[in-house]
């Protein structure tokens, strides 16, 4: 394989039943792609058969390759050491779960051309009206305490440049917050309306509870370190 001008990143955790139809349909969206790609799958501790699956999979198609965690270390860990691992200029994430559409790819890397890095807005949201309702609330809470504008900070179809992304050290819990994070680094962020589809197989990893006051937490941090940022400028006679 030619050395990759796209990494595409797809944590997963329990999902066996989607990895193939994931495959195939990243492969169908990239088909007219111009220019070389890869697929990095990071299997976050599965046992569901999730590590065998992709390991069956990476092992017939060569552009796509695994990373597999000994045990679960959260959905963070996972995205950081796929980041890690990509060898292309630019870099996409994206969830294992069917609901991204990796159709939208396309559309993220063009607006990439002239940002840093571009967020998928997922503005008709497929999942139940709790959830829907939930992460609206969430959303304008983070944006208020964090000084954002960012439409949906939970949506993991982004992009990134992948010189940015490597200026950026993550921590448990924070890639809720890239956007913000690549902002206090003084890289430019933009929005695009993606797809949204309703879950297939498997179940949500998340809950309306069992995120909420972990999220919270981080939020805290991340308005702290806004707060706290250096400013100055060097000012040569």
């Known amino acids: 394989m ?28 990239m088909k007219d792609a111009s ?13 569901d058969g999730s590590a065998e699956k992709t390991k069956e999979w990476c092992a017939a198609h ?50 990439l051309k ?10 008709k949201r497929n999942d139940p009206w709790l959830k829907r309702i939930s992460s609206k609330v969430a959303n304008a809470i983070r944006n208020k305490l964090s000084q954002e504008e960012i439409k949906d900070t939970g949506c993991s179809l982004k992009a990134y440049r992948k010189e940015c992304l490597d200026k950026i050290k993550l921590f448990n819990g924070m890639h809720r917050f890239l956007p913000t994070l690549f902002k206090m680094e003084g890289f430019t962020v933009a ?3 993606v797809n949204h589809r309703p879950r297939r197989f498997g179940k949500s990893k998340y809950g309306v509870f069992n995120r909420a006051f972990r999220a919270f937490r981080d939020l805290l941090v991340v308005r702290w370190m806004k707060e706290r940022k250096l400013n100055y400028e060097v000012k040569n006679d």
């Open 191 to 193: 929005e695009v309306v």
């Open 114 to 123: 002239t940002y840093d890095m571009v967020c998928g807005w997922r503005q």
């Open 2 to 29: 030619k050395q990759p001008t796209i990494s595409i990143v797809v944590p997963l955790y329990n999902e066996v039943d989607n990895i193939e139809l994931l495959g195939n349909a990243i492969i169908n969206a």
């Open 62 to 111: 060569n552009n796509f390759r695994s990373i597999h965690f000994k045990k679960n270390a959260g959905q963070t860990a996972a995205m950081d050491a796929g980041f890690k691992h990509a060898k292309g200029s630019y870099v996409v994430s994206m969830d294992a779960d069917l609901q991204n559409d990796p159709a939208d790819i396309p559309k993220l890397l063009e607006k």
């Open 35 to 47: 220019y070389e790609y890869e697929v990095v799958f990071v299997d976050d501790g599965s046992i």
